[in-house]
């Protein structure tokens, strides 16, 4: 076992432990910001584990996860928007955590991948996971409360 098993190992057992939780309790609101948190932590354990079983082209999984994951969450936030306008506001962590642990996954894969191609991937791989995750951050901040739903 190698270290990047062990830190795809650690991600899942102290990341989608928590993410469980807010998903099956809570507000309707958390439940959907764990749901794409979720899928952030996905795609880095498969980044992860793609680097610790050297296989490069288990990356396209995490690739397909990423661009689908913030999509799953906005089709959540419109479909869901009116049930979610009472719930509490999330904060800016998750934002910031997005940022961060993209951050500490994939700039030591970078660091690891060296030149090439799937360098490129990598990195096209962690802005679309913060971009994504502002964007849907944003939309969720954003969604109606059902008073405004009447109006439109």
């Known amino acids: 076992m190698n270290a990047w098993l062990v830190a795809a190992a650690v991600l899942m057992v102290a990341g989608l432990g928590p993410v469980l939780w807010c998903v099956a309790t809570g507000p309707l609101r958390r439940r959907v910001a764990a749901q794409n948190t979720g899928t952030l932590l996905v795609c880095l354990v498969l980044l992860l584990l793609a680097r610790g079983y050297a296989r490069p ?30 719930d509490p506001q999330q904060g800016p962590l998750t934002k910031a955590f997005a940022v961060l642990a993209t951050a500490a996954v994939v700039l030591p894969l970078c660091v690891a991948e060296g030149p090439g191609r799937s360098l490129v991937k990598l990195l096209l791989i962690g802005a679309i996971l913060v971009g994504g995750n502002v964007i ?13 739903d009447d109006h439109g």
């Open 57 to 86: 082209p288990y990356t396209d999984v995490a690739l397909v996860v990423a661009l689908l994951g913030p999509v799953g969450t906005l089709v959540y936030a419109r479909l869901l928007g009116p049930e979610m306008g009472d």
């Open 136 to 148: 849907s951050s944003q939309a969720l901040a954003g969604a109606r409360p059902k008073e405004a």
